[in-house]
Every structure is written in structure tokens, then in C-alpha cells.
């Protein structure tokens, strides 16, 4: 992993993991909408692509007791607060957490699976990745084929008054919208075969993109 990411990410997490699921939840919309709309069968395997504290993955591990979980992240801060959610939460068995770029996911070298995966998720996540294009093709590539990718994130159809300052306080986080995202993944889906649904939230403040391979 470049040290240079790595590096950025530690910096950036290495405190506000402690405090990360507290204050996020008054403004990452969207995710608890995903984790309901997902109806794995028992056997299924979910990987979660910037997968933080392990907060979805802890919560899909509770509704789905016969799944397989697992969660790729950048910030080995970041995984230490997962890891130890995971163990207090006694899902060790069913929640594997791998430090790795989002570009550089391969199901059989990170988590030494031989099959790819029957579900991926990515909750505001892509916002802050610069290669994200390469990230949505390596998740649909790690993706069996009828399976599903489900992106939440930021969108940035809001109010003249409150695209300045949203804007601005989003980038202090490294955060850009990609509202461009949604019409990459219907060319996509036109050229492949692919089906989309794209809803939006809260009047165009965040999306929940689901792809269906």
C-alpha cells in the first residue's frame, strides 16, 4: 500500500475513530436504507468497501445470521476500532477486516476466497477515493455474475443557498461528491447488460445506487 494514503488516512482517523460513529450519524444518511433493502440467502458472502468501524458490517452480521462478512479500509486506525467492535460484538467468526486499497481489491488475494463475492457495498466512501472509476470496476469484477453493488454517498443536487458551505466543510474531510457516478454506472449498465435503480435522498443531498450485475 502507498505509504502516502496509508499515511493520510492514519492521520486523519487516528482520533476521530473514537469518536467517528457518534457524530456521523447526524449526517451520513442513507446507510440503514441500504443495509434493510439488502435480503441475502443464508451461505452469501458481503464485502463492505471502506468498511470504517465495521458499524454496517456489525448490523448486517445481527439481521443476517448466515451470511459471511467482510470489510476492506485503507486506515489501520480505523480497522483497530473495527476489530475490537467485532470481537466485543463476538462475530470474529463471521467478520474478516483486511487493510487494503479499494483499487486493489482481488477476493482470492485479500481474503483468499475462490469465489467472488454475491454482494458489495460502499457507504460514503468513493467520495474520497480519486480513483474511484477503478474501485466500482474492481468491485464489479470481484462481483459473481447477479450479484449486487450498493453505493450510498453524497450527491450535490442542494440548495443554491447550501452548495458553498457544504462544499467547503465536506472538503476539510477530503470529500468530493460524484454526482457523475450515477450516469457512469447507467452507460455501463446499457453497454453489459447491467440493471440500475438510483434513488435519491433527502431531495438530492445523498443517493443510493444499486447495480445489478
Known amino acids: ?17 473514537h469518536v467517528y460513529d457518534l457524530t456521523r450519524k447526524f449526517y451520513l444518511f442513507g446507510r440503514d ?5 439488502l435480503a441475502p440467502e443464508p451461505g452469501d458472502r458481503l464485502l463492505e468497501i471502506g468498511c470504517g468501524t465495521a458499524r454496517n458490517l456489525i448490523r448486517l452480521a445481527h439481521r443476517h445470521p448466515g451470511i459471511a462478512l467482510y470489510g476492506i479500509d485503507a486506515s489501520v486506525e480505523m480497522l483497530k476500532t473495527a476489530d475490537a467492535a467485532i470481537d466485543r460484538a ?19 488475494a485479500t481474503f483468499d476466497i475462490d469465489q467472488p463475492f454475491d ?41 443554491g443557498w447550501a452548495r458553498g458551505p457544504l462544499a467547503a466543510w465536506l472538503s476539510l474531510f477530503d470529500v468530493t461528491p ?26 438530492g443531498y445523498a443517493f443510493h445506487i444499486t447495480y445489478w450485475k
Not at 500500500?1 to 475513530?17: E, I, L
Not at 436504507?33 to 433493502?37: E, F, H, V, Y
Not at 463476538?90 to 482470492?108: M, P, V
Not at 450515477?182 to 431531495?203: I, N, P, S
Open 1 to 17: 500500500m502507498p505509504s502516502d494514503v496509508a499515511a493520510a488516512m492514519d492521520r486523519m482517523y487516528r482520533h476521530q475513530r
Open 33 to 37: 436504507r441500504l443495509i434493510a433493502s
Open 119 to 159: 454482494g458489495v457495498m460502499c457507504c460514503y466512501a468513493l467520495s474520497m477515493m480519486k480513483a474511484w472509476p477503478t474501485v466500482i470496476e474492481g468491485a464489479l469484477a470481484n462481483l459473481k455474475p447477479g450479484g449486487r453493488l450498493d453505493i450510498v454517498d453524497f450527491w450535490n443536487d442542494w440548495p
Open 178 to 203: 460524484r454526482p457523475e457516478l450515477a450516469e457512469r454506472l447507467r452507460q455501463r449498465a446499457a453497454r453489459r447488460g447491467g440493471h440500475l435503480t438510483v434513488a435519491r435522498l433527502l431531495g
Open 90 to 108: 463476538g462475530l470474529r467468526e463471521r467478520i474478516a477486516t483486511r487493510r487494503c486499497l479499494a483499487e486493489r481489491l482481488d477476493a482470492k
